[in-house]
């Protein structure tokens, strides 16, 4: 990690200012043998020095460069920033000057990665970086700026605090066999800690599955038979006419997709193929990526034509989406009625008419309720926001339940203690107290360069 690193790190692309950012022992000395100005060794840290970067003697910039002396930096290391002017070509040359003077070009999310490898920043950290840089809603930017001032981070701390004493006791008992009245005591605090352990992080666990939508946005799927009004809902809650909408059934055949935004989070809108048996061999690979898109949905509406009975298929519709967080939108109800729901146990159902904007306010609200949106909002971000984090709680969750197992079946208070330690570990793992190689490239790979 000595060597010093170097990436464009503004988007690449014609603006007022690019950034060429260093880091590493040599980053003050390799800029400087390519500036002129003044000598950047020996001016102070955190200072912006005017100059023009060359290259022997053809000017290539003109420039404004920040020196940031280790340790107080953004990795920990001397890092150097040149703002240059922004354009691609002159960008570059700046770059490959760079390089040519020894540094190397960066990989994805080295920079963050030494701040992480320097115990700057832990991992949670780490990984709310780059959320701070992929958010898409207002929301998921203010659950990463929590996470990045360490909410997530302690909370874990705390949990591990909790271990670290309780496994503590233990060892007291393990060193001091001899004292059995410990034992009894000892098994007994063990018992409760442990169920108030396993309560505490059931519920981080349960409500991190919400800052994930508020992260990722709610992924919505419109499903239904063919000529209901799918695609005219779609239009509707997008606000224009993204889906093709005719009579003739049949006429989505692929799936279109939208954005919208409810109360600062987002929803992915999905439409798709109307579900019928057909023939046609285009429609058919349309109308099996519906049923499957159901599975991976988090919120399905079904639509059902107020103007028809109930079919045998918007019955099978109804029943493969039973157990998801589900909508029932019965549109055309400026038409005769004629649906009639026998199975009276449907809830969720709101009542539209997709040629005007009539219902919409509802529907929308109606999921503003079903996500319990307004509470997610206000609640304290300090949880888990990434499947990365959330299968690890899950693990240490298990062995919490192993843990609790063993004292039911009498097992040795040093069988007890292994399960515990897996715990701690796997807490530890979350905020990068252990980690692996493979582990970190895979995260800091999905990063962009230069940060
Ligand atoms: N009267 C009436 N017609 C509608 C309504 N919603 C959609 N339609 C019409 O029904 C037909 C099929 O609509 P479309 O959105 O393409 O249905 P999809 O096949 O489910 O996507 C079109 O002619 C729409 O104009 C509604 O609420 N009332
Ligand atoms: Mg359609």
Do not use: W
Request: hydrophobic fraction near 40%; glycine fraction near 6%; charged fraction near 30%.
């Amino acid at each position: 990690m000595n060597d010093t690193i170097v990436a464009i790190s503004t988007a690449l692309g014609v603006g007022a200012i690019s950034i060429v950012r260093l880091s590493g022992n040599e980053a003050i000395e390799i800029v400087n043998n390519c500036f002129k100005g003044k000598d950047l060794t020996k001016v102070q840290s955190h200072t912006i020095n005017y100059g023009h970067i060359v290259d022997k003697d053809e000017i290539i910039d003109e420039v404004l460069i920040s020196i940031m002396k280790a340790p107080k930096t953004y990795t920990t290391e001397d890092v150097v920033e040149i703002n240059c002017h922004g354009g691609i070509i002159s960008t570059k040359r700046i770059l490959e000057t760079m390089l040519n003077h020894g540094a190397r070009l960066a990989e994805p999310g080295e920079f963050t990665k030494r701040a992480f490898l320097n115990g700057r920043i832990d991992l949670v950290k780490s990984e709310a970086v780059m959320d701070i840089i992929d958010s898409k809603s207002e929301e998921a930017n203010k659950l990463a700026l929590s996470q990045l001032s360490g909410t997530t981070s302690n909370m874990i701390k705390n949990f591990r605090e909790k271990l670290k004493q309780l496994l503590a006791s233990i060892e007291v008992n393990i060193d001091y066999p001899e004292y059995h009245d410990i034992e009894v005591v000892t098994i007994e605090k063990v018992k409760d800690s442990i169920k108030e352990l396993k309560k505490e992080l059931q519920n981080v666990i349960k409500e991190s599955k919400n800052m994930t939508l508020i992260k990722d946005g709610i992924k919505t799927v419109i499903v239904g038979r063919p000529n209901v009004g799918k695609s005219s809902i779609l239009n509707k809650l997008l606000q224009q006419d993204k889906a093709i909408v005719t009579d003739i059934a049949g006429t989505t055949r692929d799936i279109v997709e939208g954005e919208i935004y409810l109360d600062g989070i987002l929803l992915n809108i999905i439409d798709t193929a109307g579900i019928r048996e057909t023939e046609d061999v285009v429609e058919k690979i349309g109308v099996e990526k519906s049923l499957s898109m159901i599975d991976d949905a988090d919120l399905v509406i079904v639509v059902l034509n107020n103007n028809e009975q109930l079919t045998e298929k918007d019955q099978e519709i109804l029943n493969k989406t039973k157990d998801k967080n589900r909508i029932i939108v019965i549109n055309k109800t400026d038409l005769a009625d004629k649906l009639k729901l026998e199975n009276n146990d449907l809830q969720n159902i709101v009542r539209t008419n997709a040629n005007s904007v009539e219902g919409i306010k509802e529907l929308k609200d109606k999921i503003i309720e079903l996500f319990q949106l307004e509470k997610i909002k206000t609640k304290d971000y300090n949880y888990l926001t990434n499947s990365r984090q959330i299968s690890l709680a899950n693990k240490a969750y298990e062995s919490l339940q192993e843990a609790e197992q063993g004292i039911k079946d009498n097992l040795p208070i040093d069988m007890i203690e292994i399960d515990l330690k897996e715990t701690f570990d796997l807490l530890g793992e979350i905020i990068g107290e252990t980690y692996s190689d493979e582990i970190l490239d895979h995260l800091f790979a999905n990063f962009c360069v230069g940060k």
